[in-house]
Nanobody
Framework: QVQLVESGGGLVQAGGSLRLSCVAS????????MGWFRQAPGKEREFVAY????????VYTDSVKGRFTISRDNAKNTGYLQMNSLKPEDTAVYYC?????????????????WGQGTQVTVSP
């Protein structure tokens, strides 16, 4: 079992920045691939970013490329999502997720463990 706890969400004006953290406990986080997803009110959950267990591979959804950066510190069992140049359309609950094996990394069904989510609200 892996327990994930996100933090760092909040209210920010458009153009601002936030850094989300995802602290893992339980099994060794360094052996798990990590993803960030988000869900806006009335919308389906969507993929945001992915990083493999080693940190060598990162993938982003097109709408956040150049603005968001995923990273991880395995020594601290923590993953991060740095969000810059935030837009109102980034408003959502953000979730981190982890999985040992991920074939379709953009699919939430591939991930075994999820955090409780943290709210990000971007005002115009």
């Amino acid at each position: 079992q892996v327990q994930l706890v996100e933090s760092g969400g909040g209210l920010v004006q458009a153009g601002g920045s936030l850094r989300l953290s995802c602290v893992a406990s339980g099994r060794t986080f360094s052996t798990y691939n990590m993803g960030w997803f988000r869900q806006a009110p009335g919308k389906e959950r969507e993929f945001v970013a992915y990083m493999d267990w080693s940190g060598d591979t990162t993938v982003y959804t097109d709408s956040v490329k150049g603005r968001f950066t995923i990273s991880r510190d395995n020594a601290k069992n923590t993953g991060y999502l740095q969000m810059n140049s935030l837009k109102p359309e980034d408003t959502a609950v953000y979730y981190c997720a982890a999985a040992r094996t991920v074939l379709r990394l953009r699919s939430g069904r591939q991930y075994d463990y999820w955090g409780q989510g943290t709210q990000v609200t971007v005002s115009p």
